[in-house]
């Protein structure tokens, strides 16, 4: 049996994997990022997660081969020696592997395990893995350092946009009446006193359906933003496949996170134009499996198995189907 754990910022899912590739049970805990609740919190939080789902699939941690932990948090060497002694508590048998969250998605959609990965969920992060093993990756630490665009930077375009339209230096634009309605307020002036008076949460990356639905309407300015996301998003991975030296080689282009689930034709073109300038065999892959399934084919890799390609779309297929019927579905 194969142990996949993907622990993110607000849920730590666990899948468990037989060596045909059906899941035989997983299981869901509270936050997994050391960086949020600590390394005895990271600890209790997979270990949570992976009692749920040795329990479900009705076996013991000795039934375990090995293991694949894909864990937010895990940013620099020094995570490592941190995340080690955590992992080592967990007592469980067999090799396992220890990689940065980034890199379950690029496991899951990637036919073998190589390319590149666009995460846009709330944030963004960027990363990839060449034939030869190297690996590299954006921060993942928002605006400030580079990676813009997930969902709370398409809100923050979109509030950009809606203020400069009132005062006049912008364009008009849709996505004014569209937030005003979002939040019930009267007109604009309305909606930002709220917001500012603290009677309305501030927007966030809840919105960007609103955005991406006001693009698709036909809107020029939310359309411009959607575009723009796209072509900043491409540009980066674009460096990241110059840095692992793909230009000249054919590679799964995995998009994965909330952003992407909406399928925005702008969006995506704009974003595959940017890469397919320096690296033309670059094929579109959109993950909508979870992440976790990445992690369940890390550990056949730490076990040394082979995973042809059936047994990857058998992971994939069964860890969607298990999470849509449990409705934990990211």
Not at 157 to 175: D, K, M, N, Q, V
Not at 253 to 260: D, E, K, R, W, Y
Request: glycine share 12%; hydrophobic share 50%.
């Amino acid at each position: 049996m194969f142990l996949g754990i993907d622990a993110g910022g607000s849920k730590t899912h666990a899948l468990i994997v037989d060596a045909e590739g059906n899941v035989i049970g997983g299981g869901v805990s509270g936050p997994g990022n050391w960086e949020v609740v600590g390394l005895d919190g990271a600890c209790e939080a997979y270990a949570q997660a992976i009692a749920m789902a040795l329990h479900n699939a009705g076996i013991t941690q000795r039934d375990l081969r090995a293991a694949g932990y894909a864990l937010a948090g895990l940013d620099w060497e020094s995570d490592v020696a941190r995340l080690r002694p955590v992992i080592a508590r967990l007592d469980l048998p067999g090799p396992h592997l220890l990689v940065n969250d980034a890199f379950a998605a690029l496991r899951a959609g990637s036919s073998d395990g190589c390319g590149v990965v666009v995460i846009a969920g709330t944030g963004s992060t960027i990363a990839g893995r060449n034939r030869r093993g190297a690996t590299f990756r954006t921060f993942g630490l928002g605006m400030q350092w580079g990676d813009f665009h997930g969902a709370a930077g398409l809100v923050w375009a979109a509030t950009r946009a809606i203020g400069h339209a009132w005062i006049g230096r912008g364009p008009a634009t849709a996505l004014a009446d569209a937030f005003v309605q979002a939040y019930g307020a009267a007109d604009v002036p309305d909606l930002i006193e709220r917001v500012s008076r603290g009677a309305a949460p501030p927007p966030d990356g809840r919105l960007a359906p609103l955005v991406v639905a006001t693009a698709e309407a036909g809107d020029d300015v939310a359309r411009c933003i959607i575009q723009q996301a796209g072509e900043d998003m491409g540009l980066t991975a674009a460096a990241i496949v110059r840095k692992l030296a793909l230009e000249h080689e054919e590679f799964d282009l995995v998009l994965a996170g909330g952003v992407f689930r909406s399928q925005s034709v702008l969006l995506i073109d704009a974003l595959a134009a940017q890469v397919h300038v320096c690296a033309p065999g670059a094929r579109i892959a959109l993950l909508d499996a979870p992440p976790v399934a990445g992690s369940a084919l890390l550990a056949f890799d730490a076990a040394g198995v082979p995973t042809p390609a059936a047994l990857r779309m058998r992971v994939l297929d069964h860890a969607r189907h298990w999470f849509q019927t449990t409705g934990e579905m990211t």
